[in-house]
Each structure stands twice: as structure tokens, then as C-alpha cells.
């Protein structure tokens, strides 16, 4: 069986900063990625991320990929990948087995684990939501901006976040009309500046509405929505069909978390984080020794979030493995400051809320 | 349909691959997965539901989900979202569970 001292599930952001400081730190690392490329959800984000220059802001997400990645190259010697390959089981005596592109089984151990496998898109229950052409938005946006195929040619967007605002712009540059983008809550969720460049292009933001059944012959047709009261309650009478040969659905994302349950970790299910998310101490580590977390699986935040904190449980694990990094307390200090500077102010409210009913602390 | 301009991508044109889909031959692109060139050539339904035999599209097209399972060169369960096309591909619609083959 092959035997590696780290073993980090999951080549995101957060998977590839870890690599990086590991690396740093004198610690060889094997990374295991299912899809094409390592990258994560960054490979298909073409608009330019928010935050501090420290964390890339006004760089392009698919560029910020770049950036990870050539840092991960100038340790060639101390990281190796398996791309195409998907983690399926994680056993107590640290023992992961793997499918790789072959559909062949085989079995690694490693003695310490980061799984940084991310999110993935929440499903919306509606008559009829398994016809083709209803699609997850990062789904949709993977499909454009990675392999350039169009979903179709009327789109509808539900949910009106961040990442449905990015994505139905995005459409719109692709060629495609968004017809509409709706949202149950009463008030749009994402940033303004997001919101503000869709209504300029004539995309109306409809909120108090939902998606009440789909329709169509083998494949998406039509769509029907409803006004909903503050409730959540339909308003009957409130029905108008709308056709579209593509619905997007972006109702938020869920923590990746299915391998911790299976190791035995202690879970806590945490609304604010997305779902179910390890509980975790300050270093990151979870209920079973030596095995860490880092990004949206242990909470669904930012980039920017998974990218820091990958940064510093490389660290971390570096020490673990008796190889501390040369300027370890220095940067521990300066990724806990970017960490509390990107949960600070109202945007972060959601996390730090989040963080604290994990941490069972009391939350002002 | 392929995006042909765009205001931030180049999608420049790679290599033309050919392959079998349910016994004819179609062709995408070197780059493509096999579920985006289907979508390409406007097939949405990549499998039938196990019980009911509803028609079934991609949806996560990140591995995760197993909506966009189908039959190639063979071996059932494939995630064409995230398998890349290959020259030659025998790509088939799933309808059943599958059956794993052991001598593959
Ligand atoms: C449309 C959209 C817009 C966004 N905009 C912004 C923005 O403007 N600013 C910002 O900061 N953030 C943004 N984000 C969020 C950001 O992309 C994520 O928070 C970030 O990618 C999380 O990083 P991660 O490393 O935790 O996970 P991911 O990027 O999801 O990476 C996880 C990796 O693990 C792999 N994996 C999962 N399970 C397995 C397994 N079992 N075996 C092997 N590999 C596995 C996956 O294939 C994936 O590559 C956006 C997200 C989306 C979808
Ligand atoms: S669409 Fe979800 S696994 Fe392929």
C-alpha cells in the first residue's frame, strides 16, 4: 500500500494552499482530485473577486487558479496529484481508498489528512425538478466558461446570492437571455454592485417568488412561478408560466462533509455553515487526531476564506510532522488577522454566528 | 450550442474528436467532457431514472451527484460530467443500475 505523511482530499483552493505552506514547511504531500484539473470551483469563476489584495481581490477567479497552482509547481519535488481519482472511503487507521480513471480500486494510508473536498449545490424540491435542463448554476457556469456550450436560450435563475448574480450575468455575456431571476426572500441576498449591473442590462430581480413546477417533454420546457407572502406561503392566483429551456437553481451550498461522518468524526449540523460540519478546534483538526479540515467543507464561506485557511493548516500539519516552518508564529498570527478581517462587518455575520454555535461560545 | 464570441474567454478550436453515441457517430472537441459536447450537440438526457424511467440531464457537473451517470465503452456509472471525451468513445444512454463487469 502506498504510505504518504500527507494526504489532502480535494485540489481547491483551500487543498492547494495547504500544499503550498506544507511544502514550505519541508512536508511532502499527495493531493487526490475527481476532476480534470485541480482548481476547484476557481476554474470557472471569469468575474473579479472582492476582499483585500492579500486574498487577490480584483483578480479574476480562473487567474487566482493560476496564481495557487504556479506556487504549487515550485515545490514539483515535495507535491504529487492524482487527478481523475475520487476519494470513496476514509477508515479510522487512516486508510483512504480511491477510484481512479480506470474505475480501479486501490488503498493509501497517510498519517495525517486534510480533507478540503469544498460544496456542492443544494437541490430545490418543485413538480417535476429532475427534467433535464434544470441545471445547478455553478453547473451552468462550468459548462460555459470552462468547455463554452450555452445551456440554452432563456434561462430563468432562482435564487438571487452572489453566485446566482454572478451566473446570470455571466449569461448574459455568454449570449443568453435571462428572462428572470427570482427570489423567495423579500429582499436579494448578494451584493448590490451584482444586482445593480443585471438590472442594468434589463434583467428583472423579482423577489417574493418561487418556482412551482416545471414542464416539458423529455426535457425542460416550461416553467411555472408563484408570489410567495413572508411566510413563504403561496398566494393563490399569483401563477404565471414562464418558458425557458434551461432553469438555473442557486438556493446555496452544502458542505462535502460525507467523508468525516464516515471516519467518525463528531458533526454538528450548523444552518449559518451550510449544514453538516465537523466540529473542529482552532487548528482545524477534528474529532479524530490528524485529521484536519480547511474551506467550505467546514463551513461554506469565500475563496478568500478557503485559500487562508488552507494557508494555515499547511502550517499546522507542518508541525505536526516535526517540520515547523521558518517564520511559523509570524504567519499563524498574520492568517488568524486576514481570517478575523474577512468574518468582520456585516457580510461575515453569517460565519462568525455560524462559528460560535460550533464552538457552543455564546454569540453577541 | 458552442459560444462562438466572448467578452472575457477565448474559446479557441481544438481538435475534433469522434464519437459513438447510442451506435452514431457524433464528434465534439478536445477539451470537452463527454457531458458537454452531448450538450453541445443538444442532447440533454444522459440517463433514465433506476424506478420510474424519468429522462435524467447533468446537474452538478462536479462528480457529486450521479445525474449524468452513463454507459461508456462498457462500464456503467461513468460521470460524463467530469470524464473527458476521448477519440473513439462508445457512449450509451443508461438505463438500469448497471452491471459491474469484473473482467474489465
Ligand atoms: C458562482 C460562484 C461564484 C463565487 N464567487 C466568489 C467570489 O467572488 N469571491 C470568493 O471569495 N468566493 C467566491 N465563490 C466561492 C468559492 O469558489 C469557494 O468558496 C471556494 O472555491 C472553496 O474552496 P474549497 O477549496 O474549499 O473547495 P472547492 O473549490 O469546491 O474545491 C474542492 C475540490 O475537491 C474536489 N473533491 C471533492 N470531493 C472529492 C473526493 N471525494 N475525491 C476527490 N476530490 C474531491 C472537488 O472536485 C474540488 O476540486 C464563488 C463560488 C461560486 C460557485
Ligand atoms: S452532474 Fe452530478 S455527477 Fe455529473
Not at chain 1, 21 to 28: D, K, L, P, Q, R
Not at chain 2, 13 to 34: A, R, S
Request: glycine share 10%; hydrophobic share 35%.
Amino acid at each position: 500500500m502506498k504510505h504518504v505523511d500527507l494526504l489532502i482530499i480535494g485540489g481547491g483552493p483551500s487543498g492547494l494552499a495547504a500544499a503550498k505552506m506544507a511544502a514550505e514547511s519541508g512536508v511532502s504531500s499527495l493531493i487526490i482530485e475527481r476532476d480534470t484539473k485541480v482548481g476547484g470551483q476557481l476554474v470557472k469563476q471569469t468575474h473579479m473577486f472582492f476582499g483585500s489584495e492579500k486574498q487577490y481581490a480584483k483578480t479574476r477567479g480562473i487567474n487566482i487558479a493560476e496564481i495557487l497552482i504556479n506556487d504549487c509547481k515550485e515545490h514539483d519535488d515535495k507535491i504529487s496529484y492524482m487527478t481523475e481519482t475520487t476519494v470513496v472511503g476514509l477508515y479510522p487507521d487512516y486508510v483512504v481508498t480511491v477510484m481512479d480513471r480506470n474505475h480501479k480500486y486501490s488503498k493509501i494510508k497517510a498519517n495525517t489528512i486534510l480533507v478540503a473536498t469544498g460544496a456542492s449545490e443544494k437541490v430545490l424540491a418543485f413538480e417535476n425538478n429532475d427534467l433535464p435542463g434544470i441545471y445547478g448554476a455553478g453547473a451552468v457556469q462550468t459548462l460555459m466558461n470552462v468547455h463554452g456550450v450555452l445551456p440554452g436560450q432563456d434561462v430563468v435563475m432562482v435564487g438571487s446570492g452572489n453566485i446566482g448574480l454572478i451566473v446570470s450575468y455571466q449569461l448574459m455575456q455568454a449570449g443568453v437571455n435571462v428572462k428572470r431571476v427570482i427570489e423567495a426572500a423579500s429582499v436579494i441576498g448578494g451584493y448590490k454592485v451584482h444586482a445593480s449591473k443585471l438590472k442594468r442590462l434589463g434583467v428583472e430581480i423579482t423577489t417574493n417568488m418561487t418556482v412551482k413546477s416545471a414542464q416539458g417533454n423529455g426535457a425542460l420546457e416550461s416553467i411555472v412561478v408563484q408570489k410567495l407572502d413572508d411566510d413563504w406561503q403561496f398566494i393563490p392566483g399569483t401563477e404565471e408560466e414562464i418558458s425557458v429551456d434551461a432553469l438555473c437553481i442557486s438556493v446555496g451550498l452544502s458542505p462535502l462533509s460525507n467523508l468525516l461522518s464516515m471516519v467518525g468524526c463528531e458533526m454538528k449540523y450548523v444552518s449559518a455553515l451550510g449544514g453538516n460540519v465537523p466540529v473542529i478546534d482552532h487548528s482545524h483538526e477534528t474529532t479524530v487526531p490528524n485529521i484536519f479540515v480547511a474551506g467550505d467543507v467546514c463551513g461554506v464561506e469565500e475563496a478568500s476564506s478557503a485559500i487562508v485557511e488552507g494557508y494555515y493548516v499547511g502550517l499546522i500539519i507542518g508541525n505536526r510532522l516535526g517540520k515547523t516552518h521558518p517564520h511559523y508564529e509570524r504567519l499563524i498570527q498574520d492568517f488568524t488577522q486576514q481570517l478575523d478581517n474577512l468574518r468582520s462587518g456585516p457580510f461575515g455575520e453569517k460565519t462568525r454566528s455560524g462559528l460560535a454555535q460550533l464552538r457552543g461560545e455564546q454569540h453577541a | 450550442m458552442r459560444i462562438k464570441e466572448h467578452p472575457i474567454l477565448d474559446f479557441k478550436e481544438t481538435k475534433k474528436l469522434h464519437f459513438m453515441y447510442n451506435g452514431k457517430q457524433v464528434y465534439g472537441f478536445e477539451g470537452d467532457t463527454i457531458a458537454s459536447a452531448l450538450h453541445a450537440l443538444g442532447i440533454k438526457t444522459l440517463r433514465h431514472s433506476i424506478e420510474l424511467k424519468r429522462p435524467r440531464g447533468f446537474y452538478c457537473a462536479i462528480g457529486n451527484c450521479a445525474s449524468c451517470n452513463m454507459i461508456v465503452d462498457g462500464t456503467p456509472n461513468v460521470r460524463t460530467c467530469i470524464t473527458p471525451l476521448k477519440e473513439g468513445m462508445q457512449v450509451e444512454t443508461q438505463k438500469d443500475k448497471g452491471v459491474y463487469n469484473e473482467t474489465r
